[in-house]
């Protein structure tokens, strides 16, 4: 089974940056289309931003302007960049994948019983 694993997290102040990583074992995080969640004690799990094959980005309204989805194909990795990060950013960040090859494909997928493949999640604490 396909094997996504984030890393990055930890605690910061409000006004903070972090940078998440999720590296894939097997899955092509190149060819497909890879997504950031977050779910946040008794809240349901919710997309922060995703990442298309041909690099079209989307993100949660919550979020644009302070958070960057990247990805590095040549180390199959998908990066978060958080940047003046909110208490209302706490919350246990998890890496997607969903295996759509097209970035308009990817526009139309935005929850989570739409990516298959998932990692184990990383700590935000803000």
């Known amino acids: 089974h396909v094997q996504l694993v984030e890393s990055g997290g930890g605690s910061v102040q409000a006004g903070g940056s972090l940078r998440l990583s999720c590296v894939a074992s097997?899955?092509?995080?190149?060819?497909?289309?890879m997504g950031w969640f977050r779910q946040a004690p008794g809240k349901e799990r919710e997309a922060v931003a995703r990442?298309?094959?041909?690099?079209?980005?989307d993100y949660a309204n919550s979020v644009k302007g302070r958070f960057t989805v990247s990805r590095d194909n040549a180390k199959k990795t998908l990066y978060l960049q958080m940047n003046n990060l909110k208490p209302e950013d706490t919350a246990m960040y998890y890496c997607?994948?969903?295996?759509?090859?097209?970035?308009?494909?990817?526009?139309?997928?935005?929850?989570?019983?739409?990516?298959?493949?998932w990692g184990q999640g990383t700590q935000v604490t803000v």
């Open positions: 997607a994948g969903a295996d759509v090859h097209s970035d308009f494909g990817c526009s139309k997928i935005w929850v989570r019983r739409d990516f298959p493949s």
């Open positions: 097997e899955f092509v995080i190149s060819r497909n289309c």
């Open positions: 990442i298309g094959r041909y690099g079209s980005k």
